[in-house]
């Protein structure tokens, strides 16, 4: 059973920046793991996703704004928002997906609320 607590979540103007820190209770080398962002009346959407490779994707509406990092000796993983939007606004939620076939589990975190004002 894995863990994860968010953390870096705020209020930041437009243009501004912010990094989410999502820190693990356990090993997480060999998992995929990813944000994931959700905003009041809309459906939870993926933002950015890390392979255990190292492989990054990115939704479009924040390729180029955002990065996504991990530090496997750390069990943590980030996400570096630049260029904050008000459309960033949501919680952000960060998820690792463990796949030992025919075995799936994921793990997510209980989310850390980013608000951009205009």
């Known amino acids: 059973q894995v863990q994860l607590v968010e953390s870096g979540g705020g209020l930041v103007q437009a243009g501004g920046s912010l990094r989410l820190s999502c820190a693990a209770s356990g090993s997480i080398f060999s998992f995929n793991v990813g944000w994931h962002r959700q905003a009041p009346g809309k459906q939870r959407e993926l933002v950015a996703v890390?392979?255990?490779?190292?492989?990054?994707n990115y939704a479009d509406s924040v390729k180029g704004r955002f990065t996504i990092s991990r530090d496997n000796a750390k069990n943590t993983i980030y996400l570096q928002m630049n260029s904050l939007k008000p459309e960033d606004t949501a919680t952000y939620y960060c998820?690792?997906?463990?796949?030992?076939?025919?075995?799936?589990?994921?793990?997510w975190g209980q989310g850390t609320q980013v608000t951009v004002s205009s």
């Open positions: 890390i392979t255990s490779g190292g492989t990054t």
């Open positions: 998820a690792a997906t463990s796949v030992v076939l025919p075995n799936i589990r994921n793990y």
